[in-house]
């Protein structure tokens, strides 16, 4: 994943570690490091009119036990733009 030239990221919901790719924060206008390896950030940065249906998605994926997570949402660039 850290070769990855797109925006990737990884949630383990069993020890709450994330990994988020290089790629992730460069297309938001981050710095790796810049924000913290948490599944905070990626919840802050959600387009308000995608939160609901972002995070409900999550809930299912991880009460229904689903390996991969898929969804279209849009995020906060650093610069204050959703892309």
Known sequence: M?????????????NGSVYYSPGYWAMLGYEPGEKKESHAPWVSLLHPDD???????VDRAINQCEKHYEHE???RHKQGHYI
């Open 51 to 57: 939160k609901t249906s972002a995070l409900a998605f």
């Open 2 to 14: 850290q070769a990855a030239q797109e925006g990737l990221w990884d949630w383990n919901i069993l």
């Open 73 to 75: 949402f849009r995020l």
